[in-house]
Nanobody
Framework: EVQLVESGGGLVQAGGSLRVSCAASGFSFDDYMIGWFRQAPGKEREGVGC????????WYDDSVKGRFTISSDNAKNTVYLQMNSLKPEDTAVYFC????????????????WGQGTQVTVSS
């Protein structure tokens, strides 16, 4: 059974940091890209960034470049999203998802999704 389980969300003040994790199981982790998406209240889900586990390539949306860092521990089948200098507009439910290729920012490229974890940034 394929599973993606996010953890580590919570409440943080603006300017603070938080790390969320995505633990994967049930598929060949090394052959997939793991993307991070977020959905704020009343808004569409948007891509935050992605890591391609086969070669370590990483992409970020412009809105988080320089503040967010994606990393992967292939031995643990876990991907991390380190979020620094958080802003109230980063408040959203954060999802991880797995894709075997394609345009990382497109939701339709992803076959498997986690349930999401809430991140709330207070001003």
């Amino acid at each position: 059974e394929v599973q993606l389980v996010e953890s580590g969300g919570g409440l943080v003040q603006a300017g603070g940091s938080l790390r969320v994790s995505c633990a994967a199981s049930g598929f060949s982790f090394d052959d997939y890209m793991i993307g991070w998406f977020r959905q704020a209240p009343g808004k569409e889900r948007e891509g935050v960034g992605c890591i391609r586990n086969s070669d370590g390539s990483i992409w970020y949306d412009d809105s988080v470049k320089g503040r967010f860092t994606i990393s992967s521990d292939n031995a643990k089948n876990t991907v991390y999203l380190q979020m620094n200098s958080l802003k109230p507009e980063d408040t959203a439910v954060y999802f991880c998802a797995a894709s075997n290729g394609g345009s990382w920012w497109q939701e339709y490229e992803y076959s498997y999704w986690g349930q999401g974890t809430q991140v709330t940034v207070s001003s």
